[in-house]
């Protein structure tokens, strides 16, 4: 039996270490909220008491964490986690973070011996409990092939980007497309429904038409249309605005490196941060319809 250590077990992280254990893999897991830990502790894990004493012993470290500050502060440095695993170590690095931090901590890794990948993932909070999330790999793809079970254990797509940092550079544009069309279809929605349209109506034509995207197939930011959606919720549940707009933010500092041109995606990170500014920073990213409709 694969033994893993599982570090950090937010609204993320708790589904994707759950459907570790239902596929057998033995599994030591670690977070700074005790209860996260206690609650995986029933089911059958390993509670460890600090992210060095998870990763003792362990054939397989995956971590997900919320920012590329906590990435290298947990692996970097003479007391980081890498300086304490053995050669051969499997690393999988499942946060959204910098692709220059995600390369940093491959290049550490590679020194001391370590296998590393880079693997963000897309799917939100249902798709981690469904075990159908979508993970973009960055790394060899002799070591994609040995995580390859770990990796269907908690989702349904599993890509390899390219090299050391290319998972996180697929998944900065991926969110940032995203973040788009959300932005545009509550645009539309708020502009059809002033103007005397039923919302449901509207998204339907919308959905059926050259519009349709995403977003209007299952993720309506307008309340009351789809009955699942946070926005039929009170915008509660899903993926926060706060960290939709991290994710902009790191596809502009991407941007900045290559000197790309991204005037859609520089726009949509301002209107998330002024979502910030609002206060709703921990409702879900579709409450960007209220900026067209207060």
Not at 197 to 215: C, F, H, K, Y
Not at 267 to 275: T, V
Request: some cysteine; glycine content about 12%; aromatic content about 6%.
């Amino acid at each position: 039996m694969t033994q893993i250590a599982f570090i950090g077990l937010g609204h993320m992280g708790l589904p994707m270490a759950r459907n570790l254990l239902k596929a057998g893999f033995g599994l030591r897991v670690f977070d700074l909220v005790p209860a996260a830990v206690e609650e995986l502790e029933k089911e059958g894990a390993q509670a460890a008491r600090s992210a060095a004493d998870a990763v003792r012993g362990m054939e397989v470290v995956i971590s997900m964490l919320p920012a590329s500050r906590h990435v290298e502060g947990l692996y970097l440095g003479d007391n980081g986690l890498l300086a304490a695993l053995e050669p051969g170590t499997l690393v999988l690095e499942c946060s959204t973070i910098a692709p220059e931090s995600a390369r940093r901590v491959h290049q550490a890794a590679a020194e001391r011996g370590l296998q590393m990948l880079d693997a963000p993932v897309s799917g939100g909070t249902a798709g981690a409990a469904a075990g159908t999330l979508t993970f973009m790999v960055g790394g060899e793809a002799a070591v994609l092939e040995k995580a390859q079970p770990i990796f269907q254990a908690m989702g349904k797509n599993i890509f390899h980007a390219g090299p050391d940092g290319a998972g996180q550079v697929a998944k900065v544009c991926n969110n940032q497309v995203l973040a788009v069309q959300m932005i545009a279809t509550a645009e539309a929605m708020a502009l059809g429904v002033a103007n005397g349209l039923d919302p449901a109506v509207l998204a339907e034509i919308m959905r059926q038409s050259s519009g349709g995207n995403w977003t209007l197939e299952k993720y309506n930011p307008w309340p009351g249309v789809m009955e699942n959606a946070p926005a039929s919720k009170g915008y509660s549940g899903g993926f926060m605005a706060e960290l939709m707009a991290k994710d902009l933010g790191l596809a502009q500092e991407a941007a900045q490196v290559t000197g790309s041109s991204t005037p859609m995606g520089a726009l949509a990170l301002q209107l998330y941060r002024l979502l910030l500014k609002q206060g709703k920073g921990q409702r879900d990213f579709s409450v960007v319809q209220q900026l067209f409709v207060e």
